[in-house]
């Protein structure tokens, strides 16, 4: 069963325009989120995170937004630039564990000029 | 280093073959995790190390796979009698501490024929 799931596998936005993506958990026990970003044939690259005492962090363009009733976070990036087109993946790592991060399924974000 | 370092990029062996990737963390980074990417978004996790030492084992087939983290060497991940079901790319990341963000190398793709 999944723990981190995001449900749109892509998002397609207009270069300028904000882009939401969005990852939901079912395990109210995960206590850090992040963000990574992936280019084909390379490996992710952190973006952002944030801790679960916070409801947003802002670094830049991105920010991301937490909503623990809703079990619900987000990404939010404005403006969206070409080269933001890749696969967005959510993360999240749980109280107590060892650090290993549990994935979503990615969500590969097309930025059109 | 600056960046966490993987090799070989690429690597195919003979089913029942063996295999090794390495893995050399960012410079004074004390955690090392693995994690195998199947089906193009999937991803697993399977050990991490904190320094020389396992710390979490929990996710690796252990009948066939083995890692190691030697003072003054790369880190290892070694599949012995690879299975078509092993082809996957594995991505080795490493962190300052064990709840936080980690960052990856460029990953080795494995392919069993």
């Known amino acids: 069963d999944q723990q981190v799931k995001q449900n749109s596998p892509s998002l397609s936005v207009q270069e300028g325009r904000i882009s939401i993506l969005n990852c939901d958990y079912t395990?109210?026990?995960?206590?850090?989120f992040l963000w990574y970003k992936k280019y084909p044939a390379e490996g992710p690259t952190f973006l952002i995170s944030?801790?679960?005492?916070?409801d947003k962090n802002e670094d830049g363009r991105f920010t991301v937004f937490l909503n623990k009733s809703a079990k619900h976070l987000s990404l939010h990036i404005v403006p969206s630039q070409p080269g933001d087109s890749a696969v967005y993946f959510c993360?999240?790592?749980?109280?107590?564990?060892?650090?290993?991060?549990?994935f979503g399924k990615g969500t590969k974000l097309s930025v059109k000029p | 280093g600056e960046e966490v370092a993987q090799t070989p990029k690429h690597l195919v062996r003979g089913e029942g073959q063996k295999a090794k990737l390495y893995c050399a963390p960012i410079?004074?980074?004390?955690?090392v995790f693995w994690y195998q990417q199947v089906l193009k978004n999937e991803f697993k996790f399977l050990i991490s190390?904190?320094?020389?030492?396992?710390?979490?084992e929990t996710g690796m087939p252990k009948e066939r796979f083995s890692a190691k983290c030697l003072p003054n060497s790369p880190c290892s991940l070694e599949i012995q009698a690879t299975k078509l079901e092993d082809s996957a790319v594995y991505f080795c990341?490493?962190?300052?501490?064990?709840?936080?963000?980690?960052?990856f190398g460029p990953g080795t793709r494995l392919t069993v024929t």
């Open positions: 395990n109210s026990m995960f206590d850090y």
């Open positions: 990341a490493s962190s300052q501490s064990q709840l936080g963000e980690q960052y």
């Open positions: 190390f904190q320094n020389e030492n396992v710390f979490d």
């Open positions: 944030i801790s679960s005492i916070k």
């Open positions: 410079k004074g980074h004390s955690y």
């Open positions: 993360a999240a790592i749980g109280v107590g564990s060892q650090g290993n991060l549990i």
